[in-house]
Nanobody, 118 residues
Framework: QVQLVESGGGLVQTGGSLRLSCAASGLTFSTYAVGWFRQAPGKERKFVAEIRWTGGTTYYVDSVKGRFTISRDNAENTVYLQMNSLKPEDTAVYYC???????????WGQGTQVTVSS
């Protein structure tokens, strides 16, 4: 059974940093595209970043470019999202997801709350 578990969320002040982790069981991350998404209160879930299994190519939404970095540790079967220079508008529940072929995300985690105070 596939399971994705996010961790690392929390409360941080504007300008602070957090590192989110997404650990997988039941699948091998190195053969999947893995993405991070976020959903703010009352809003739709939106794409944040993705890392492809082929060559580790990364993609980011414009609003996080230069501040967020997605990376993967194949040995640990874990994907990370390093978030720096956080802003109040980054406040959301963050989800990781895995796709055998992007953007067909098939597996989703339960989410982790990130709150950035002003």
């Amino acid at each position: 059974q596939v399971q994705l578990v996010e961790s690392g969320g929390g409360l941080v002040q504007t300008g602070g940093s957090l590192r989110l982790s997404c650990a997988a069981s039941g699948l091998t991350f190195s053969t999947y595209a893995v993405g991070w998404f976020r959903q703010a209160p009352g809003k739709e879930r939106k794409f944040v970043a993705e890392i492809r299994w082929t060559g580790g190519t990364t993609y980011y939404v414009d609003s996080v470019k230069g501040r967020f970095t997605i990376s993967r540790d194949n040995a640990e079967n874990t994907v990370y999202l390093q978030m720096n220079s956080l802003k109040p508008e980054d406040t959301a529940v963050y989800y990781c997801a895995a796709a055998p072929t992007s953007p067909a995300y098939r597996y989703w985690g339960q989410g982790t709350q990130v709150t950035v105070s002003s």
